[in-house]
């Protein structure tokens, strides 16, 4: 079984339309987080929710609203999009936001807007 | 504030040996390394502490130096199957905030 699964792997789509990333763990994890990685591999956090409490919410435009109905699932929302929204977008968790726990990768979504 | 890794791109012999370095501005609760090959997930490596720890993994180490907010990872002997891209992770407080640097690519040809 895999740990942590994102749906889909691929989306592409036009300027102006609206998209969803599903994520779930099934690690029993606490947290849970969305992290972009640009073109030039460099990957950045966006959110992160603690059993379902949203905690970090980077400087991510408005557009970008995460849902965690439970605490096994993160979704990704995205309004409008822009072509600047082209990129990898991983989800990931861990137990817990201790400076020692590591995190686990959902395989990326590859996200290309046209 | 983003880590620096040095070098950008590392490009070895089968069983030669590399060292990648990352470096932070802000004073450091750990260091998180993690490898990703092309079009995969990362994946973790190792967390080293503060307190000077040393940890091994197979032919891969780090040292994590809290005072100079320094880490470096060593890959000894290194295998086909070290390519990819190293990153490392810093954790400047427990808000669980992750801050990856730009990453290092290795490339270990036959």
């Known amino acids: 079984d895999t740990a942590v699964s994102q749906t889909p792997k691929y989306l592409v789509t036009q300027m102006g339309n609206d998209k969803s990333i599903k994520c779930e763990q099934n690690?029993?994890?606490?947290?849970m987080y969305w992290y972009k990685q640009d073109s030039k591999k460099f990957l950045k956090i966006m959110f992160s929710?603690?059993?379902?409490?949203?905690?970090i919410n980077e400087t991510v435009p408005n557009r970008f609203s995460p849902k965690s109905p439970d605490k096994a699932h993160l979704n990704l929302h995205i309004n409008s999009l822009e072509l600047g929204d082209s990129a990898v977008y991983f989800c990931?968790?861990?137990?817990?936001?201790?400076?020692?726990?590591?995190?686990?990768f959902g395989s990326g979504t590859q996200l290309s807007v046209l | 504030q983003q880590p620096v890794q040095s070098p950008q791109a590392v490009i070895l012999r089968e069983g030669e040996d590399a060292v990648i370095n990352c470096s932070s501005s802000?004073?450091?609760?750990?260091v998180h390394w993690y490898r990703q090959k092309h079009g995969e997930a990362p994946i973790f490596l190792m967390i080293?502490?503060?307190?000077?720890e040393q940890k091994g993994h197979d032919k891969i180490s780090a040292s994590f130096n809290e005072k100079k907010q320094q880490s470096s990872l060593y890959l000894t002997a290194s295998q086909l199957s070290y390519s990819g891209t190293y990153f490392c992770?810093?954790?400047?407080?427990?808000?669980?905030?992750?801050?990856f640097g730009q990453g290092t690519t290795l490339q270990v040809k036959p």
């Open positions: 990931a968790s861990s137990q817990e936001t201790k400076p020692y726990e590591k995190l686990f």
């Open positions: 690690l029993g994890h606490d947290t």
């Open positions: 802000k004073a450091l609760y750990s």
């Open positions: 992770g810093t954790l400047s407080s427990n808000t669980g905030k992750l801050i």
């Open positions: 080293l502490l503060k307190g000077g």
């Open positions: 929710y603690n059993n379902k409490e949203l905690i």
